[in-house]
Structure formats: C-alpha cells, structure tokens
C-alpha cells in the first residue's frame, strides 16, 4: 500500500475533529491538504446528541440532522462539504501505531500515513465494568455509550424489550441523562451509584436533591451508596439481574453503564509529555513534541483564569481547543502569534424538561437561591460557590439566555461578595447588575 502524505493530519474525528476542520477552512486551506482519520464511519457530529434526541421514542434525532456545527448554531457539515474543501475524510480508520519521531501513523488495516502537522483529538473512551473484573459484566444488553455505534446498539435493545426493566449503573452526566430518556421509552428505571448524592462532582447536596426529587416523581428508583458487584444471565446469554454489593438484585431487560471515560492517550505513552491523565499542552495546544498539538477530551492545558493546568471532558472545550489549536497553527506559519486560550469552563445537562447551566469552578463555600422543591409547578434557582470573598462559580436550573449569559459573566469578572445572606436573597438579580 503506497503512504499517504498530508500537510495536516487531524486523528479523531468526533467534536473537535470537526470543529478544527471548520477553522482550517475558514484559515484557508488547499485541497489535498488536510486530512481527518477516524475510527468511526460517519463524519463529525455532535456527541451530546447521542445521550439525548438520539434516543427520544418519537421524532429521534439522526444523521446527517447533528453533525458539526449546528451544536453552536454554526453550518451543519455534511461529507460533500469535506469533499467540496478538498478535505480528506477517511473513516472507518482506526490509528493502532504513531511514531511521532518519523510522523508517521499506522492504520489497524496497515495503511500507513505521513502528516507535517498533527492534531491529536482522540476523545476518551468508557470505563468498563469488566476492567474491574466484575462478574457476568460480559452479559448482553449491558450498554456503554460513546459512539454512534453504541447508542445504535442501545437503540434496537430499546425496541426489542419494549416497556421493559431497565437498571443505570453510575450517577454521572451519563446516569443522570440515560435514566431520564429511559423513562421517556416507558421503561421501568432504577439509578444505582455509590456516592450519597448524584454528579458529586459537580453538584452540592441541594442540587442534586432536587434533581433526585424530580427523577423520583418521575417514578424513578434511585439508589444510593451501593455499586454492581456482579450480573445474572438468561441462558441466552442477556442479562437477567444486577447484583449490588448491599445484597439487593434488580432485574433488568437492558442496563446502561456510566462510570466515567478514559481520555485515549495510549497510542503515544511515552512519546509526549503528559500531566493529570492528559496530553499535556501549552495556551495553544502544542504539545511537548514539535509540529504535534492534542485538543479536546485529551488535552491538559493551561486554564489562564485559575492558573493550573487542566483536562476538560466537555463539549464547548472541545470545540473552542480544536479552533484555537488551527488558528495557532496558521498564525506560526505567517510568523505571529495569537492570544493564549482564555478559557470559562462552561458545562451542561438536559433531560426531561430540565436544563441547567454552570460557568467558572466550584470551590469554595456555597450559597443557594430561588426555589429548589422538586413538588413545585415551575421550581427556578441556583447557586454561586465563593472563594476568597469572591463568586468563581455559579449554576443555573431553567435560566432563560439572558440569565444563562448573566450567570457565565459572574463567574468571569469574580466580583466580591460582602454579604453571602444578601446574595442569597438576590439571587439572579444580583447577576443581571454585573
Ligand atoms: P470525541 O469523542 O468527540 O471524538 C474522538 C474521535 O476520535 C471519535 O470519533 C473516535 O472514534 C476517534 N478516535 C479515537 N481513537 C482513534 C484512533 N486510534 N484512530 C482513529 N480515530 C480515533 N459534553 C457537554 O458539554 N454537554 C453534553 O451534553 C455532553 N453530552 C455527551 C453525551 C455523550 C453520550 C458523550 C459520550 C459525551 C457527551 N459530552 C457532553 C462530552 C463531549 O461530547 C466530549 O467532551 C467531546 O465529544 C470531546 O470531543 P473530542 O473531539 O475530544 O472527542
Ligand atoms: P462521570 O464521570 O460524569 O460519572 C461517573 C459516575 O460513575 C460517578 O459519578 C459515580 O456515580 C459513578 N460510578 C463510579 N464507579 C461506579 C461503580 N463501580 N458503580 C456505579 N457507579 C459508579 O462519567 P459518565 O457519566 O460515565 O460520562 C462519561 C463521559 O461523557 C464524561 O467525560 C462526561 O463528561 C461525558 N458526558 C458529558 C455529558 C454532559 O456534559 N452533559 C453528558 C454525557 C456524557
């Protein structure tokens, strides 16, 4: 097979490999240079679908509805605009060897490609219960969901057991939007996890009370402080119960599982620096290896607002790392430099009629306002986490654009708080004056 030879070369093409070839395009780029290697057989999409729409009973989400970027409100690409950009889109191509030292990549299938430039956007894959050997966790109808692939899988599974029982293993984004689309398919839905409350990360004690409040009048089950030790099968091989390790089995048509992702590093261990898990980069997302740049899920970059290096899992970070990453690349061709990111954590969930929104960090002590009761018609509020007398982060359930974009500017500017009983009775108002 003779090589293939490419100026740019993105690996991964999910989120960020999207949005960086929508920059690239912008930037200006020739045909015949630059080329996208991805595993999966469809180009870049939106992934935060596949946990939602994808999965709605009526009027699904599908492709080519979600690909990148109309997530941001951007022109929707579909594999004709690849093509009319002169693009290469080479799917259903999984990397299994990179030599960073010879730039050079080794397709599973043994096609062998030579880039000037790299751009590592490899996501992260799932954490499977049969990495910690846990027992029938090989079982059919036991999904995981990263790809569209999986959500696919998820989806026949869904129809085939139709008003069936289904068990969420993890009480993370995953858990917390799959139990919710679960119950909207009419299934039977218990959450297990192991922490006293859901997205512990994240969330404060009374935020997620409400959220476990409302999934409970949703009908629900939630169970807390216990994990699956172990999986009963039919003799056809599906799964028939979920073992807790509290002694109590749950029956289950169909289990979903989301205890967290591993960022996909391991096609270059030991040829690039790493830090916390990631790749590690600088403000632009070079990495220690010159001419190779790492965005998305697998970076560890510098967060200028707190001043320490992070990895972030999200979509926004993904998108904005993958277009600060080529207009970087662009500048240095033409001798210049760019401003370094600057970036606002920014994450966020949906499910059933709920959608919350976060900005800046959560550390620090906490202050909850508005209406938190799970009972109420139309329940509204928020919290804002205080650090050294200032606001860093603050959450919002069912703010309007304006409140959302009021909320995102408090966590930027970090203005004082004097009184934190004032700025519980405040609440948004005090938002909307910043
Ligand atoms: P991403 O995973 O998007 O893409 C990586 C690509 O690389 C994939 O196509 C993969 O196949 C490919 N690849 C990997 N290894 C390869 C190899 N060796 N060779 C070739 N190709 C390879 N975030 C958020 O903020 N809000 C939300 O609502 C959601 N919802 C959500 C739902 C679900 C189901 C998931 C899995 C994730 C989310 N996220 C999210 C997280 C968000 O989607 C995620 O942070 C971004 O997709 C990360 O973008 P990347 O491009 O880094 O990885
Ligand atoms: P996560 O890190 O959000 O949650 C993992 C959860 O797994 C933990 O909170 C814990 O409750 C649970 N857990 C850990 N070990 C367990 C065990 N043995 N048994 C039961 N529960 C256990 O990860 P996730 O929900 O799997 O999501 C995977 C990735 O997808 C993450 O990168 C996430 O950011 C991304 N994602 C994001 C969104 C969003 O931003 N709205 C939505 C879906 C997925």
Redesign the pocket.
Known sequence: MADKSFKYVI????????YAAREFAKQGVKPGELAI????AVA?Y???????AYLFPESPARLPGFHVCVGSGGERLLPEWYKEQGIELILS????KADLAAKTLI?AAGETFKYQILII??????IKLTDFGVQGADAKNIFY???IDD?DKLVEAIKGKKNGKAVIVGGG??GL?LSAVMKINNYDVSMVYPEPWCMPRLFTADIAAFYEGHYQNKGIKIIKGTVAVGFTTHPNGEVKEVKLKDGRVLEADIVVVGVG?RP?TT?FKGQVAEEKGGIKTDGYFKTSVPDVYA????ATFPLKLYNELRR???????RKS?EQSVKAIKASEEGKTIEEYDYLP?????SFDLSWQFYGDNVGDTVLFGDNNPASPKPKFGTYWIKDGKIFGAFLEGGTPEENKAIAKVARVQPPVANPDLLKQEGLAFAAKI
């Not at 690996?11 to 999207?18: D, E, L, S, Y």
């Not at 939106?46 to 939602?52: V, Y």
């Not at 191509?93 to 299994?96: G, K």
């Open positions: 690996v991964g093409g999910g989120v960020a490999g999207g290697i991805s595993k999966e870049p939106e992934r935060p679908a596949l946990s939602k191509t999984e990397i299994t397709s956007a490899t996501g992260s894959s799932v969901l990263r790809e959500a984004y995953i939007e992702g996909l096609l965005v998305g899920d697998v972030v899992e999200h979509v926004d970070h993904s993958a920014f994450f966020y969930s949906r």
